[in-house]
């Protein structure tokens, strides 16, 4: 079993930079993958971005360039938001699996946090 708590969000401008974390517990010895989803009222949730643990990336179009996925340790998960739109509201989740490939898809990913709400104003 795995806990996944997110915390960092909040309202900010358009333009404005947010940091998210992630903390895991319990069998974080397994998390190789760490990656970050997010979902907007009336949407599908959608990747952000993944991690492995030698610290290989893989960005959603949309975010690149602009966001940086980050992990201290196998319990440590960051997202550097800067340049935020208001398009990028929505709650963030941090997800965890075993694996050795970057996944981008939700099914692939056995563990989530309960999500971060992210609010950007224009």
């Known amino acids: 079993q795995a806990q996944l708590a997110e915390s960092g969000g909040g309202l900010v401008q358009a333009g404005d930079s947010l940091r998210l974390s992630c903390r895991a517990s319990?069998?974080?010895?397994?998390?190789?993958?760490m990656g970050w989803f997010r979902q907007a009222p009336g949407k599908e949730r959608e990747f952000v971005a993944v991690?492995?643990?030698?610290?290989?990336t893989t960005y959603a179009n949309s975010v690149k360039g602009r966001f940086i996925i980050s992990r201290d340790d196998d319990s440590t998960l960051s997202l550097q938001m800067n340049s935020l739109r208001p398009e990028d509201t929505a709650v963030y989740y941090c997800?965890?699996?075993?694996?050795?490939?970057?996944?981008?898809?939700?099914?692939?990913?056995?563990?989530w946090g309960q999500g971060t709400q992210v609010t950007v104003s224009s």
């Open positions: 997800a965890t699996t075993s694996g050795a490939l970057l996944y981008t898809t939700r099914s692939m990913f056995d563990y």
């Open positions: 319990g069998r974080t010895f397994s998390f190789s993958i």
């Open positions: 991690i492995n643990r030698i610290g290989e």
